[in-house]
């Protein structure tokens, strides 16, 4: 790892900048991102966080492909790109066009008809952690909107629409669990627009100047809505005065949606009910950005000198830096204590280049381990959040280790 | 996750349809698999032996991109579709073509030049798990020649051949150590055409009638070389004679290639040595296909059954059958006691259709426990390699959970 005194000129937004700076994430060109070992750590936690939240809800995890069949888009009209403008095609050299998947619900769907057969194998879900590619115009905002991106993308499979609200109401409060088990704050549940089986979808938007939506929402949060559903029938329908909302700008980090029986009827998935009738299965479609979220972390959870991220997701807990002899070997034996807590700073820098690189990079946690706090046995802990600083022994310190 | 009757007609490979037949995987279309939950589980499993070699040769994990900036593939000469036929190439909606990464030596290269610029910083290392697309004109053998599957690549960066060389050695020693590991039998180091700067590159080569390789081995394998380098110059040099070889086929599940400055030089990955002159970084690549080497054990951990996978990379280590009302409870009581090493068969089907089908899944113990079983205070564990049939006290069970 090696941080960087430059972020690439075309790169406008703060978090991405330092993202880039701190040596979590590598340009590849624009919208393309490569993960460096920090990044990686940082997305390995993120997706940790959601996985207990998907065993939670029963749901199963597998893995999609990139590559993907025209005709099983054809089945549900999203081939055309006019109809879905986002889409990479390539070309096989046996013959033939593939796409590339900007989301997965026709695949799965397909994917199902092999394994779905009758009310007894429902209701279940699956879940993956996949990379989509977006042919997106315009790259935007670092890792917020880019062509190639990680996404957790559940889906569930009902009989009826009874059966898929008890589920998606489960995914709602698990979602919620995630962000804040995450330590992203000011994400708000918000209505959006639906599709033929449903009026609303539900979008989870974080509040952030780089955001590419404008939401709603009146003073203490209870309504919120997206510009797009902002019309008289439904400021009605949720009992709320225009004037009473007010607008900011927000990122969306999630979306669940009720797909209903959109693309179970057209590619085939049915199922026989109890009294043999062949039925269309019930689905709903949940998806995290991960990548996304990361971003918006990094957006959000900084200051001027650098990031400040949350325990949940920082790839260490703890900055360990060593001056002077003494310091350096009792730095090393703290290491040795527990080397996956530690980004341990041995390099041959300066005191004051260390402490610049230790805030750049966000970690929660700076200890510091010198000659002269060690005169009174001590050890420096300082928050990078708010810069409280706590002398503790290094007896006080281990025991927080553990 | 259930079973199926039938694979896909045009699945020829006995592996790869005992795969699809198992709910490991399922075929999304020709030369590309998606993974169920035993599939992932599997892959996950593959993985997390190889991790933890990697971390023993003190590489970073990190994790490049998919979509490729024709640009840097234009430095090596590899952009071409004469010199690279596996391109899978696609237009950008901004303007402009990219392409899907066959292999990241180029990028990582590139990528390599922001963050090495002195003799301090080297040697390194980074590997990553990462999806890899070839456009092949044929796809072949299940999931042992795909178009997208998932590939281990490892890079290193030293400062002169010697240095490269000591840490090459180290990656042979730890490849063996992997197959030994997952339980892959039958895996010979061979020599195989190297390039400008080593005449040999060195394969994993692993003895199957569906592999789509020839190699040629003396009678105790300590010979090997690939049908690609079988000639009189190469047979003196290696002190061996054309006759003592016999020819077998074989799957490539390895290779590690000293790449030297073939890369560094085209695309400026260069350092300051020692007294300030400006070198070249000298490269070595290291390959395990992740997939492949699931669909190689696949081939050849199988009889007319299913599949016999070794306990390194089964999903579960038991299969879980309770027959009878009080097997059934029994059964229940010792799954609960630790869920995740067994699949529990609690489906309401006959016994003898889930004998079938543990053995078709091919997990490495069956345990059942039957009303018979029990009035005698006994549980059967029948071992899937061999067949053989030990009855256990439910304690002696027990203890061989913890």
Partial sequence: MKTLREAPKDEEARGAQFLIRAGYVNKEMAGVYNYLPLG???????KAVIREEMA??????????????????????????KVMDVWFKTKLNAGGEVGLAPTHEEPITKMLTAYV??????????????????NELRAKSGILRTREFLMKDLYSFAKNREEHEEFYHKVEASYKRIY???GLPQVYQCFA????????????????????????????????????????????????????????????????????????????LKFNDENGERKNVFMGSYGIGVSRVFGVIAEKMADEKGLVLPSAISPYQYYLIGIGDEGMRAAEEIYARAPEKFIF??????????FADAELIGIPERVVVSD????????????????????LTKEEFLSKLS
Same sequence: chains 1, 2.
């Fill in 372 to 391: 002269k706090t060690l005169r009174d046995g001590k050890i420096e802990v300082v928050t990078r959040a708010n810069g409280a600083t706590k002398l």
């Fill in 117 to 134: 057969n009758s009310y007894k194998d429902l209701p279940c879900s699956v879940f993956q952690f996949q990379t989509k590619f977006r």
């Fill in 40 to 46: 990686l750590k940082a997305i390995e936690k993120i």
């Fill in 180 to 182: 804040e088990k995450l």
């Fill in 345 to 354: 700073d041995d390099r041959d820098e300066r005191p004051g280049v260390k």
């Fill in 193 to 268: 627009s639906g599709g033929a089986f449903s009026k609303y979808s539900h979008e989870f938007q974080c509040l952030t100047p780089v955001g590419e939506d404008t939401i709603y929402h009146n003073a203490d949060f209870s309504v919120v809505l997206n510009e797009e559903v902002l019309n008289d029938e439904v400021l009605s329908e949720l009992g709320v005065k225009r004037e009473e909302l007010v607008s900011e700008k927000a990122a969306e980090v999630g979306n669940i949606f009720t797909l209903g029986e959109k693309y179970s009827e057209p590619l085939g």
């Fill in 56 to 81: 939670g809800l029963g749901a199963e995890e597998i893995e999609m492909t990139a590559l993907q069949n025209a005709k099983t888009w054809q089945a549900s009209g999203r081939w055309d790109d």
